[in-house]
């Protein structure tokens, strides 16, 4: 049971970060919960769907179909959040002015939700199949062990969630004028982190081969197996020896946030005639 | 700005190879059967590529995961996967199923 709920939290906690992070960024945004719970509902169903076509996924494109696929996945989510961090940049402000009035310019912000929800889909898609393959096996095998493996899956789908209403809580307990900041610089980290994870997986499927070597090893130190390593994993992308294109990848995607900011976001106010 | 970004893109692209040919590649076979892969400890060769097909002979899904060889691949129950290894330098490298942690082996590469 025990060893059930630390594989079950483990494929969840990474999506319950996730989630936390993008619920404190659209703090009192009226219809995030909508976009949140489509972001989760879609990321279940496809989440089943991948655990259901393991089998054809592993087969596909010789043998190299779950690392294609999930740098692709990846690579949506990453686009996804560089896109959201660049709106986020320009109509934060605005949006921190206007938390006391009642939601604020949905409408212009719809894009950017639709952004948020696909990030928080992909994140519960990616852990969730896992989830799903590892449940449906335990009940598929039966045997005397499965309900209380079952009950133990269930405890670490709990945990997980009680790490995202934390990670949540925490940071809303941040000044509301400075908490854009803060949720937009993890969202770019996320970011990054994903976009060396994707990186990883190219380099796995041997699509791209160059910079393999590892340029440190921090195993010793903080293994990336580990339940604090893995969280730095989700949350700035911490790896524990990462080669070469990964740290390019990482660089590259923060570089890219950060122009696009310095380009389109911080609007020069608009001067208000009183 | 704008030019100096799209060079560097340009210049990232220019990096990327062709995908690899996985032709020439040794096969190995691993085989996860009653709670223990075999062989558990596999000899692969140094400085070159590998294909190493994971056979998942047992009724529960699995996941070959290794952190030393930075690779995670769930395997459904009667199946296999192929995991495209190396150039690898020579060591020794350990593996697990990530669904059952205490299912492990050890890769020797010399």
Known sequence: MLAALVIVFRETMEAGLVIGIVLAATKGIAGRGFWVGAGIAGGVCGASLVAAFT????????????????????????????????????????????????????????????????????????????????????????????????????????????????????????????????????????AAGMAAQAAAFLQQAQVVNVLTRDIWNTSAFLSQGSIPGQALHTLIGYTDRPDGLQLIAYTATLSVIYVLMRLFGNPVPTPKTI | MHRRFAIFAFSLLLCLPAAAHADNAGSYVLTLKDGKFSPPNLTLPANRKVKLTVKNESAMPAEFESSDLDREQVVAAHDSITVYLGPLDAGVYGYFNDFDRKVSGKIEVK
């Open chain 1, 55 to 190: 089998r054809e996924l592993s087969h596909a494109l010789a043998g190299l179909g779950q690392q294609i696929f999930s740098a692709a996945v990846l690579a949506l989510a990453v686009v996804m959040r560089v896109g959201h961090n660049v709106w986020m940049s320009r109509h934060g402000r605005e949006m921190a002015a206007k938390m006391k009035a009642v939601g604020a310019d949905v409408v212009a912000g719809r894009c950017s939700f639709l952004a948020l929800a696909v990030v928080v889909g992909v994140s519960v898609l990616r852990e969730g199949s896992e989830v799903v393959l590892f449940l449906y096996g335990i009940s598929l095998a039966g045997g005397n062990s499965a309900p209380s493996m079952l009950t133990g899956g269930a405890g670490g789908l709990a945990l997980g969630a009680g790490m995202a209403a934390l990670l949540y809580l925490g940071l809303l307990s941040i000044p509301t004028r400075h908490l854009f900041k803060v949720t937009s610089l993890l969202l770019a980290l996320l």
